[in-house]
C-alpha cells in the first residue's frame, strides 16, 4: 500500500508540534518537500497570524534551552543563525545580561566545583567559560566567586 503524502500545511503543524521554530529554520524544513504551485511563504504567513509561528516564542523556548549551559554571545549568535534580528535581539541581550555572571557561576561550580590551584588552572577555567560564550566580566564574576564560595 502507497505511503500518503503529508501536506505541506499538515508537515509544518507536525514540525512545530515537536518545538517551536523560527520563520527561516520552518522555511528551509518546509522548501524541501514543496512541490510545483506551493508557495511556502505564504504559508508561513498564514501560520504567524494564526499565531502558530511565533518569534517571540521560539526566542524565549531556545534561550530557556541554553541559558543554563552558555553566554549571552552564544545564545545570541545562534538566534541570529535562526533569522532572528531587530527589537527582539535587543529585549533578548537585555534580559541576558542581568543574570550572566550568575549564570557563568552555575557553569563553572557544575563543571569543576573547585577553585582554581595556580595560574594554569585558572586560565582552564577561564578558556571553558569563553568557549561557552561568556562575557570577560562574567567569567571574571565567576571565578572570584567560585574562590570565595569556597574558602
Do not use: W
Request: glycine letters at 6%; proline letters at 1%.
Amino acid at each position: 500500500m502507497a505511503k500518503m503524502q503529508l501536506s505541506l500545511k499538515a508537515r509544518a503543524l507536525r514540525y512545530l508540534s515537536a518545538r517551536e521554530h523560527s520563520r527561516l529554520e520552518l522555511g528551509r524544513k518546509l522548501a524541501a518537500y514543496a512541490q510545483e504551485g506551493d508557495d511556502v511563504e505564504a504559508l508561513l504567513d498564514q501560520l504567524q497570524a494564526a499565531a502558530l509561528l511565533s518569534q517571540e516564542r521560539f526566542c524565549e523556548t531556545l534561550v530557556r534551552r541554553r541559558a543554563a549551559r552558555f553566554g549571552n554571545s552564544r545564545i545570541l549568535m545562534e538566534l541570529q543563525s535562526h533569522g532572528i534580528t531587530g527589537q527582539v535581539i535587543a529585549e533578548v541581550r537585555q534580559e541576558l545580561t542581568a543574570d550572566e555572571a550568575a549564570r557563568a557561576s552555575a557553569v563553572l561550580a557544575r563543571k569543576y566545583g573547585v577553585p582554581p590551584a595556580d595560574a594554569g588552572q585558572r586560565a582552564k577555567y577561564m578558556r571553558f567559560l569563553q568557549q561557552r560564550g561568556f562575557s570577560h566580566a562574567a567569567i571574571q564574576a565567576a571565578i572570584k566567586a567560585l574562590e570565595h564560595h569556597l574558602n
